[in-house]
């Protein structure tokens, strides 16, 4: 079945650091990828997302590239902001027309000044 | 405009008791999505439904949870004779379309708690 494993946290890193959190899935179909970001006291909102394989979705200076041989999705950016302190879920769906989201456990950044 | 909302946003049960969960979409999103996430988890699926109908419910764990979307509009989760493995947190999300390149927009959740 499809599933999602993402790496385990809590992440701790000092402002301006480089952030990498890794993400590897697997997926019978050919499944779109999504990370999605939860701010405290906040909703799940839509990070970015890719559709097909070496498509590189980026918003607000993260960035992650669809790598279909090694099945991954990791999540990177070049240099992290207190307010980024979050959990991140990487997730997927491989539903034609049915856009059923399958999620990792989650990984907890918290970025210190 | 008004995002997804979610009414109550606590509830405390008793095993055994029957719930209600309430969820408004997004007005005018056709696709309406229920997960449900446990402490330390990712969310889970449960349900989708496009329109009135439920186009997926693969992911109700049992007979006990049943949801409904009788107008294509607000959609209610039942779950009957709770057990304390139900306690979590039910999201509720919807999209313009079922279609993957429509963002889902998730509401704040609520917290089930069965005593």
């Known amino acids: 079945g499809d599933s999602v494993t993402q790496m385990e946290g809590p992440v701790t890193l000092s402002e301006e650091a480089f952030l990498t959190i890794n993400c590897t899935y697997t997926?019978?179909?050919?499944?779109?990828l999504f990370w999605y970001v939860q701010y405290p006291g906040e909703g799940l909102q839509l990070l970015l997302k890719?559709?097909?394989?070496?498509d590189k979705g980026s918003n607000k200076g993260f960035e992650a590239t669809y790598r279909k041989e090694t099945t991954s999705f990791h999540l990177e950016k070049g240099s992290v902001q207190v307010s980024d302190s979050a959990v991140y879920f990487c997730?997927?769906?491989?539903?034609?027309?049915?856009?059923?989201?399958?999620f990792g456990t989650g990984t907890r950044l918290t970025v210190i000044p | 405009g008004a995002g997804v909302s979610q009414t109550p946003s606590n509830k405390v049960t008793e095993k055994g008791k029957y719930v209600e969960l309430r969820c408004d979409p997004i007005?005018?999103?056709?696709?309406l999505y229920w997960y449900r996430q446990s402490l330390g988890q990712g969310p889970e699926f449960l349900i989708y439904?496009?329109?009135?109908?439920?186009?997926?419910d693969s992911g109700l764990p049992n007979d006990r949870f049943f949801a409904v979307r009788p107008e294509g509009s607000v959609s209610t989760l039942k779950i009957q004779r709770t057990e304390r493995g139900d306690s979590a947190v039910y999201l509720c999300?919807?999209?313009?379309?079922?279609?993957?390149?429509?963002?889902?927009?998730f509401g704040p959740g609520t917290r089930l708690t069965v005593t």
């Open positions: 890719a559709t097909k394989a070496d």
């Open positions: 997730a997927l769906s491989d539903r034609p027309g049915a856009n059923n989201l399958f």
């Open positions: 007005s005018g999103h056709t696709a």
């Open positions: 439904f496009q329109g009135t109908g439920a186009a997926d």
């Open positions: 999300a919807s999209s313009l379309t079922g279609q993957v390149s429509y963002e889902q927009y």
């Open positions: 997926a019978t179909g050919y499944p779109s």
